[in-house]
T-cell receptor, first 116, second 114 residues
Framework: EPEVTQTPSHQVTQMGQEVILRCVPI?????FYWYRQILGQKVEFLVS????????KSEIFDDQFSVERPDGSNFTLKIRSTKLEDSAMYFC??????????????FGAGSRLTVL | AQSVTQLGSHVSVSEGALVLLRCNYS??????LFWYVQYPNQGLQLLLK??????LVKGINGFEAEFKKSETSFHLTKPSAHMSDAAEYFC????????????FGTGTLLAVQP
């Protein structure tokens, strides 16, 4: 069964460092997402991406965050200068198309980011 | 504002007992409703979803959920718990629109005792 893969599974970084989290969505999917889950809290929407541009972003997704799809397969989340509060599990998801009903997001296993 | 509330961050049941995980939502427009499950060290996997039509929805692994508009609820049930059901369960909503983003509840960790 097709799956969304994320790397790394766990990354430890120092505060102020740049981090790139990588995702390979399902190959025929067109919509891409990043979510995060701070330990003990709910899964929060960060950003959605379609047709090579951001379609929606949350208040969390400030200037420190960026996304891109550099080569048509990878979908990356970059945090420019990490803060302690960026420590969380980051989930990538993809969706085939919008269609006329509720389409299902397929999630990756997540990348755990620890900022020291 | 749209939101999802899951009552009970931890639920423990005995093997073979009924599983009931509660989810309520707040929305001014009819939502789409989902339950996702997360097993340890794995991603979020869709259990079931409700869009329109029949309000009782059956999903994988014997789970089902019933949409009750009057109660703004979408509780998840399974008649008989199995040890393999131990996981974290997330209720989520989305709405017709450009991005289909999901709004999640805080999750319920289900423990199954032998």
């Amino acid at each position: 069964e097709p799956e969304v893969t994320q790397t790394p599974s766990h990354q430890v970084t120092q505060m102020g460092q740049e981090v790139i989290l990588r995702c390979v969505p399902i190959s025929n999917h067109l919509y891409f997402y990043w979510y995060r889950q701070i330990l003990g809290q709910k899964v929060e929407f960060l950003v959605s991406f379609y047709n090579n541009e951001i379609s929606e972003k949350s208040e969390i997704f400030d200037d420190q965050f960026s996304v891109e799809r550099p080569d048509g397969s990878n979908f990356t989340l970059k945090i420019r200068s990490t803060k302690l509060e960026d420590s969380a599990m980051y989930f990538c998801a993809s969706m085939r198309d919008r269609g006329t009903g509720a389409n299902v997001l397929t999630f990756g296993a997540g990348s755990r980011l620890t900022v020291l | 504002a749209q939101s999802v509330t899951q009552l009970g961050s931890h639920v423990s049941v005995s093997e073979g007992a009924l599983v009931l995980l509660r989810c309520n939502y707040s929305s001014s427009v009819p939502p789409y409703l989902f339950w996702y499950v997360q097993y340890p060290n794995q991603g979020l996997q869709l259990l079931l979803k409700y869009t329109t039509g029949a309000t009782l929805v059956k999903g994988i692994n014997g789970f089902e959920a019933e949409f009750k508009k009057s109660e703004t609820s979408f509780h998840l049930t399974k008649p008989s718990a199995h040890m393999s059901d131990a996981a974290e369960y997330f209720c989520a909503v989305s709405f017709p629109g450009a991005t289909n983003k999901l709004i999640f509840g805080t999750g319920t960790l289900l423990a199954v005792q032998p």
